[in-house]
């Protein structure tokens, strides 16, 4: 496809290119396996000596053409959908980073990523090292060691909604021989392309704005190709040396640019298997063929609900980085210059207690175990998302005991302020 196409084209077109005859819609692969008509040609696909479909975990067209989309979108040169974000997190750093090796992340991280950060990549023995984001070079770099394979951080953290600087990260990453990998799930390509900035490796959780209708959990990760694995090869020995599962092949040698997908797909997936079922994979391509839009009009309303609690005094706090008094503004102005995303944090002068209390009164926000779909949601973190974190931990991941993430949908935006009007006054 045309590589000048402007994303929302991409959103409405890319992916699926269908010849003559074909359907003009993707079509939905719902098959386990594809027919060949010798042994010998399905050899051949297995030792990868030749492309082609042969099992759905390793390669269906339908997933493949929502990835080569998402790709298409951030301006990476190819990408593998998970059937969750959180798969899509840990095949992304696993695929390069084995028992002994080291992460360093940002700490303000989503708590899922948190807790396969701390708790569950510990157990693989892999050691993570969390940082302050916004602290300066000099500090973040003492976070390094010598076994160091990744760093990894989100574009805009969910739930504080936290800006990162990509360049200054970018910059410590290669400066230490390795890539950095951002999730750029709540900024979604529309509002930030991170490989523009220097990022090698770009994770989403598509259940969020990409899907965007609350409908499948799904993941996907995009490389830019760019990061050389060679010029360091002893520290990413998985792409520089012999797979024994694969007659000693090795993927920087045989796939060049495309080493680090290919792996991730016909080793990590392959023995793992989180693969993206090929229907939910078809809803995920519905959402995107209108991500351009909502996208929009997310950030519209959000400015206007974040602009209306920042003048409400029972409102104690409010961040989002489209206020003029979020200390990220001019980070979001650099990176995201269309605007952020939909989620407002914020806080109420009558603490968590009232933090509660205003939530139970919303009707038409609902409380969901959810965040950044079409219809307006709300939830307590300390009591939900990030309920095993300890308070040291909630502060240190930008969660504050009070905060109340605030997800606006694309319902009109007086609606929605309506609805947050009635609930303060009920527990006044
Ligand atoms: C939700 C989320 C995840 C996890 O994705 P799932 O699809 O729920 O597995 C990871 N990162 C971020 C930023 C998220 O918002």
Same mark, same amino acid.
Request: charged share 30%; proline share 11%; glycine share 6%.
């Given at each position: 496809m045309n590589q000048s196409l402007k994303r929302d084209t991409i959103c409405v077109q890319g992916g699926w290119q269908p010849k003559?005859?074909? !359907?003009?819609v993707l079509p939905i692969y719902q098959s386990t396996t594809f027919k060949y008509e010798t042994s010998d040609q399905m050899g051949k696909l297995f030792d990868l000596e030749e492309e082609g479909y042969f099992y759905t975990r390793l390669q269906n067209p339908t997933n493949d053409a929502v990835a080569a989309k998402i790709a298409q979108l951030e301006g990476g040169l190819a990408a593998m959908l998970t059937s969750s974000g959180q798969a899509a997190n840990f095949y992304a750093a696993f695929n390069i980073c084995e028992a002994g090796g080291h992460i360093v992340s940002a700490a303000t991280i989503y708590g899922g990523t948190f807790n396969l950060f701390a708790v569950t990549m510990k157990k693989l023995g892999i050691d993570v090292t969390f940082v302050d984001q916004d602290a300066p070079e000099e500090e973040i770099?003492?976070?390094?060691? !010598?076994?160091t394979k990744l760093v990894f951080a989100e574009t805009i953290s969910n739930p504080s909604v936290q800006v990162l600087d990509i360049e200054k990260f970018a910059r410590l990453a290669h400066s230490h021989g390795v890539p950095l990998i951002v999730d750029n799930t709540f900024a979604t390509p529309i509002n930030c392309r991170p490989f523009e900035f220097g990022a090698d490796i770009v994770v989403h959780s598509t259940t969020k704005y990409m899907d965007g209708h609350a409908t499948s959990v799904g993941g996907c990760i995009v490389d830019s190709g760019n990061f050389d694995w060679m010029a360091h090869k002893d520290k990413f020995p998985g792409l520089t040396q012999p797979d024994p599962s694969y007659h000693g092949l090795v993927y920087a040698e045989k796939f060049g640019k495309n080493a680090y997908i290919t792996k991730a797909t016909v080793q990590i997936m392959r023995d793992l298997g989180s693969i993206a079922s090929p229907q939910n994979s078809f809803l995920l391509n519905l959402g995107l063929e209108t991500l351009h839009l909502r996208v929009k009009r997310h950030c519209e309303n959000a400015q206007r609900v974040a602009e209306y609690l920042e003048g409400n005094d029972m409102v104690a706090w409010v961040d989002y980085p489209g206020l003029k008094s979020s200390k990220h503004y001019e980070l979001a102005k650099k990176y995201m210059p269309d605007g952020t995303c939909g989620v407002i944090s914020f806080g109420l002068k009558g603490g968590r207690e009232d933090s509660i209390r205003f939530m139970d009164n919303l009707k038409l926000a609902a409380i969901v175990?959810?965040?950044?779909?079409?219809r307006t949601s709300v939830l307590h973190p300390a009591s939900h998302t990030h309920r095993q974190l300890t308070e040291e931990q909630l502060i240190e991941a930008g969660v504050r005991p009070d905060l109340i993430r605030f997800s606006v949908g694309i319902e009109d935006a007086g609606d929605i302020i309506s609805d947050i009007k009635q609930a303060l006054e009920k527990i006044k």
């Open positions: 003559k005859g074909e !359907p003009r770099t003492k976070a390094f060691q !010598p076994n175990t959810h965040v950044a779909d079409a």
